[in-house]
């Protein structure tokens, strides 16, 4: 089992950039696949970005592509999301999850993942 935490959430102005990170504790990060999620009010949660354990292999949604990047590092336990040239309508909570995958899987369906973050909040004003 493992534990995730997301921080680096906050208000940004249009343009401007954040980075997240979604730290794990329990079981080593290694050995799951990881990706990111959000939320907008009113919305349903939708997939953002994942990464395969290895790093080898990334995926994003087509509303990201360009700006957004997903990275990890397996000797921290910690997976990260740049976000650039951030939009209002990025506005949501971002939540990190972990899926139990082979070592080159990326998946974009929630119900892939096995375990959730609590999530952090990004809003981006216009």
């Known amino acids: 089992q493992v534990q995730l935490v997301e921080s680096g959430g906050g208000l940004v102005q249009a343009g401007g950039s954040l980075r997240l990170s979604c730290d794990a504790s329990g079981r080593t990060s290694s050995t799951y696949a990881m990706g990111w999620f959000r939320q907008a009010p009113g919305k349903e949660r939708e997939f953002v970005a994942a990464i395969s354990r290895n790093s080898a292999n990334t995926l994003y949604s087509d509303s990201v592509k360009g700006r957004f990047t997903i990275s990890r590092d397996n000797a921290k336990n910690t997976v990260y999301l740049q976000m650039n040239s951030l939009k209002p309508e990025d506005t949501a909570v971002y939540y990190c999850?972990?899926?139990?995958?082979?070592?080159?899987?990326?998946?974009?369906?929630?119900?892939?993942?096995?375990?959730w973050g609590r999530g952090t909040q990004v809003t981006v004003s216009s």
């Open positions: 999850a972990a899926s139990q995958s082979n070592y080159y899987a990326v998946h974009r369906t929630s119900d892939a993942y096995d375990y």
